[in-house]
């Protein structure tokens, strides 16, 4: 998994809770990505990195914050969860000189009960 | 923006034959175009991956195809194997500020012995 670990790997969350999702990469690549995936949708980008403390919001980045304070971790917050969020959610990095070529970790799957 | 469709959603194939998967992409701009494999329960590990400035590229038994004129690109798996099912999905980087790819909804091969 490209070297990027996910966690938690499971969660189940109560709808109005909030959650933090964390990516962990230990190669000190720039950039860095948060998807989500559910079925009849595939993979949908929710924010990314470009640096520490440079991030941007992707497709569907409403109800999500992201952080990034050092290199290595790449944080997802959900401030106060929905049943929508019921998702898997992938980390990616990119390596090289192309941020287009991604490599993905092992996803986190969060259930909002 | 850059819209992805890929066909078909499903293939089921004898273990030896060929399988083709075909994508379509809307903005011409777009210039890479990556192919996943997503075993269930993993993330999507990057299989293989076109330029728009090469016609086809191949890896052992894999293979990409990319017509521009036309807007479409294809994986060819030759020889299937029953390891080679999984859902595979393919993707476009759109030629605009951010580094998001589109991916497509995915292809479920099935390959039996």
């Known amino acids: 998994d490209a070297g990027i670990t996910q966690s938690p790997r499971h969660k189940v969350t109560e709808t109005g809770t909030p959650v933090t999702l964390r990516c962990h990469q230990t190669?000190?690549?720039?950039?860095m990505y948060w998807y989500r995936q559910d079925p009849g949708h595939g993979l949908r980008l929710i924010h990314y990195?470009?640096?520490?403390?440079?991030?941007d919001k992707g497709e569907v980045s409403d109800g999500y914050s992201v952080s990034r304070s050092k290199t290595e971790d790449f944080l997802l917050t959900l401030e106060s969860a929905t049943s929508s969020q019921t998702s898997v959610y992938f980390c990616?990095?990119?390596?090289?000189?192309?941020?287009?070529?991604?490599?993905f970790g092992p996803g986190t799957r969060l259930t909002v009960t | 923006g850059e819209n992805v469709e890929q066909h078909p959603s499903t293939l089921s194939v004898q273990e030896g034959d060929s399988a083709v998967i075909k994508c379509t992409y809307s903005?011409?701009?777009?210039?890479?175009f990556p192919w996943y494999k997503q075993e269930l329960g993993k993330g999507p590990q990057l299989i293989i991956d076109?330029?728009?400035?090469?016609g086809e590229k191949k890896d052992q038994r894999i293979a990409v195809t990319l017509n521009k004129t036309a807007k479409h690109f294809s994986l060819h798996i030759t020889e299937t194997q029953p390891e080679d099912s999984a859902v595979y999905f393919c993707a476009a980087s759109p030629n605009q500020a951010g580094t998001a790819l589109i991916f497509g909804k995915g292809t479920t091969l099935s390959v039996s012995s």
């Open positions: 076109i330029r728009s400035n090469v």
């Open positions: 190669e000190n690549h720039r950039y």
């Open positions: 990616a990095i990119s390596p090289g000189q192309n941020p287009y070529e991604q490599y």
């Open positions: 990195s470009y640096g520490v403390k440079d991030t």
């Open positions: 903005d011409s701009a777009s210039n890479y």
